[in-house]
């Protein structure tokens, strides 16, 4: 660890805005997590070995726009991630909103609310969901901690 006048100056910065001390022990976590998470949904891609739906029934642009939105949410999340490796406030904000925002589409396809299928909800997809959304929970409290919500 470097003790630099500007590293000083820095830190110095952050506990005058309200900052902890040190966002590493949470933030750096976090990124972690988030890039664990978008990884478990990238191989749950219709069509792959896990995802085996039949998703014909859904018209072409719901399919297409849940797809655009779920890769949206990729891009966050991994924007998000990175930026929590780089202890940025800014990401930290991200990071809970890609919690969110994987929580939601995990209780919409469990709820059995979108994407509707003829098709079960294979098991492993199920346990790979539900897992996921831990991860979330777990990205969006280190998030939290590291801004000094709670």
């Known amino acids: 660890m470097s003790f630099s006048s500007t590293n000083i100056h820095r830190t ?49 642009s719901a399919f297409w726009g849940f797809d655009l939105v779920l890769v949206l949410l990729g891009f966050g999340a991994i924007t998000s991630a990175i930026g929590l490796l780089r202890d940025s406030k800014t990401a930290a904000i991200g990071g809970i909103i890609a919690g969110w925002g994987y929580i939601f589409v995990v209780l919409l396809d469990l709820g059995h609310v979108f994407p509707t299928t003829p098709d079960p909800i294979p098991v492993l997809l199920g346990v790979i969901e539900i897992l996921g959304a831990i991860l979330a929970v777990y990205v969006i409290v280190l998030c939290h901690r590291g801004l000094g919500h709670i």
């Open 12 to 60: 110095i910065k952050r506990v005058e805005a309200g900052w902890p001390d040190d966002t590493r022990p949470f933030f750096h976590p976090a990124g972690k997590l988030l890039l664990l998470l978008v990884l478990t949904f990238i191989a749950l891609v219709p069509g792959g070995p896990i995802e085996t739906r039949n998703f014909s029934g859904l018209g072409g």
